[in-house]
């Protein structure tokens, strides 16, 4: 199949999130699948950021064109990016669009439904009821004006767990949901007690202090105030950290400082972190438990990826990837109840609990969200589409 991806960031901006990894992981295994793909994206965070003219480049063996572009404070706006995509869809089987609330899609939808191809839209959670909430005048406006129309003209939406399938349903878009999760590669995330070791060492925290981590922007949809709130009732005389690893943008920065007045210095370790995949699993091996507090996650590559580096993960219930992988193991789902939070991290402390993951959580867990496993999910959902048949909810 001939298959266009468009997206308005795309690798290798990691910089700007999970949403970035994650399509770039569909590509890949489409790619490696034997389909002819191509992604259209913007050169915004990239090395080719700045270019007066489309560059074509490869990563990890996908094929993408990255378009000028300018950032306003509506957002990315690339005309050039609906001309690419106008020229691809001439021989295109299947589109797929990923970036809600950004207006450079608006002209890439229009592209893709004047030639009658069909598509499918990941929202990545940009349409839940927590995402209204921030800007909700000016996300109503542009929902009534572009998205609506964006998501009701797609012939399937894709989200990746339940929790965010039904946040769609109550929007009664009428256009069949689709529940495909992220991926991982296992074989890029284990357990690497040596790099840990390392890591460790270079910032000052010993084998035996108990490593409460966090990782992902500091933000506040992340809750991070209830989960250094829940820390500071652990012992005085014990020996724990709290890592938050993750970028921080200038706007977060009040936000940062705030939190830096909850625990002592001594015991938070703010890292930025680089986003290289050998950092952060040394990082994730480290941990002792990956803490995620968020009042809302779509899905949350961080679950996968710290439960295949064996490091088990205490979860707020508004997290997909948490819920889809409580029954595999390593996932443990507790209310956002203090007490309760800093009870679990107290039971974390115990020599007994800190034996890494229960038997056989980890090889469940990389045969559920392998590469190949949802690359052939794609490729189903692809085929039916570019057949014209009906995607059917829930697939």
């Not at 939406?157 to 946040?167: D, F, L």
Request: with cysteine.
């Amino acid at each position: 199949m001939k298959i266009v991806h468009a997206t308005p960031l795309y690798a290798p901006a990691w910089q700007y999130g999970g949403p970035i990894r994650s399509t770039h992981q569909i590509a890949m295994a489409l790619v490696q699948q034997g389909h002819d793909l191509v992604v259209v994206t913007t050169s915004t965070g990239t090395p080719h950021e700045g270019a007066a003219t489309p560059v074509h480049d490869e990563v990890d063996g996908v094929r993408v064109v990255y378009c000028p572009a300018r950032t306003a404070r509506v957002g990315i706006l690339s005309p050039t990016m609906a001309m690419e995509v106008r020229r691809l869809a001439a021989n295109a089987d299947v589109a797929h669009l990923t970036g809600v609330w950004q207006p450079s899609m608006i002209g890439v939808q229009r592209a893709l439904h004047a030639a009658a191809v069909p598509y499918v839209t990941s929202p990545r959670g940009a349409l839940s009821p927590y995402s209204f909430t921030r800007g909700y005048w000016k996300k109503r406006l542009y929902y009534r004006l572009f998205e609506r129309r964006i998501e009701r003209q797609a012939a399937a939406i894709h989200v990746t767990a339940p929790i965010e399938q039904h946040e769609l349903e109550a929007l009664s878009l009428g256009v069949p949901i689709n529940v495909i999760p992220n991926s991982c590669d296992a074989g890029a995330w284990f357990e690497d007690r040596v790099a840990a070791g390392r890591w460790r060492t270079l910032r000052g925290i010993g084998d035996a202090a108990l490593l409460i981590m966090h990782v992902g922007r500091t933000h506040h949809k992340k809750n991070l105030e209830f989960l250094l709130r829940a820390a500071a009732n652990l012992p005085a005389a014990a020996d724990w950290r709290v890592v938050l690893l993750g970028p921080v943008a200038d706007r977060d920065r009040p936000y940062l400082e705030h939190l830096r007045t909850l625990l002592p210095e001594h015991r938070l370790v703010v890292d930025p972190g680089s986003g290289e995949p050998g950092e952060l699993r040394a990082a994730y091996t480290a941990a002792d438990v990956m803490a995620i507090p968020s009042l809302h996650e779509n899905f949350c590559n961080v679950v996968i990826e710290s439960i295949l580096c064996c490091t088990p993960v205490l979860s707020s219930p508004y997290v997909g990837a948490s819920q889809l992988c409580e029954s595999l193991g390593g996932v443990t789902i507790r209310s956002l109840d203090g007490p309760a939070w800093t009870g679990e991290l107290l039971q974390a402390m115990q020599p007994e609990r800190r034996t890494r993951l229960p038997a056989g959580a980890r090889d469940a867990v990389a045969n559920r969200f392998s590469r190949q496993a949802v690359g052939a999910a794609f490729e189903s959902l692809y085929r039916r589409l570019a057949g014209g048949m009906p995607s059917g909810a829930g697939t």
